[in-house]
Each structure stands twice: as structure tokens, then as C-alpha cells.
């Protein structure tokens, strides 16, 4: 495993799309996408167990955000739609996670470095 890294951050209008993606080569068992806005604490908005099928979506995201990974290219993508300029943060690709209680992926071993989504009015 090394680091992941992400990108497809970018700078868009309110209402707008953008999709996330991250090499999470070798990651197991499963995996995660965090956000920290200036002045915020980290906070982990979407994470994904492709072996076992399962994902979670923040509540503060459900609806507009979805999580997916391609096992063929080892790639996971956080589809942003509907974007609002409270979503402005850089955005995090975590991988290593533990499943916790069979709901969502925590305790990560891997941050990438990030990538930056400005949503603007």
C-alpha cells in the first residue's frame, strides 16, 4: 500500500457536478473520502467496503454525493452533484479502514494529500 492520491478537484458554480477520484491500489479492507474546510475539523462524508458491497453517506451529503470503486483499476470516485458553497474544502482520499459495527469505515491508515473543491455563488 502506499499513499493514495486524488484528484478532480476544481473550482465550480453552485448547483454544479464534479467527481472525485483516488488510486486506492492495495488498499483492504475498506476505504474513505474526508473533507476539512478552512477553520473545520476533518470530517469523513462517504466510505466504501467493495468486498462486502456496503457504503455510508454523511447525512450532511446523502442525496447529492455517492461513493463507488472500480475493482478493475482499483480506483474509488466520489460523484458530487448539486454542490453548495458549504461543500468548499479539500477533499481526502483515506484508505486501510476497519469496518466498524457493520456501518461505516474508520481508523484509516492512509491519507492522501488532497484535493481542493471551491463552490462558488
Known amino acids: 500500500q502506499v499513499m493514495p492520491v486524488e484528484s478532480g478537484g476544481d473550482s465550480v458554480q453552485a448547483g454544479g457536478s464534479l467527481r472525485l477520484s483516488c488510486d486506492a491500489s492495495g488498499s483492504t479492507p475498506c476505504m474513505g473520502w474526508g473533507r476539512q474546510a478552512p477553520g473545520k475539523e476533518r470530517e469523513v462524508v462517504a466510505s466504501?467496503?467493495?468486498?462486502?458491497?456496503?457504503?455510508w453517506i454523511a447525512d450532511s451529503v446523502k442525496g447529492r454525493f455517492i461513493i463507488s470503486y472500480d475493482s478493475a483499476t482499483d480506483t474509488m470516485y466520489l460523484q458530487m452533484n448539486d454542490l453548495k458553497p458549504e461543500d468548499t474544502a479539500t477533499y481526502y482520499c483515506?484508505?486501510?479502514?476497519?469496518?466498524?459495527?457493520?456501518?461505516?469505515?474508520?481508523?484509516?491508515?492512509?491519507w492522501g494529500r488532497g484535493t481542493m473543491v471551491s463552490v462558488s455563488t
Open positions: 466504501i467496503y467493495p468486498a462486502r458491497g456496503k457504503s
Open positions: 483515506a484508505t486501510n479502514g476497519a469496518w466498524i459495527a457493520g456501518a461505516w469505515c474508520d481508523h484509516y491508515e492512509y
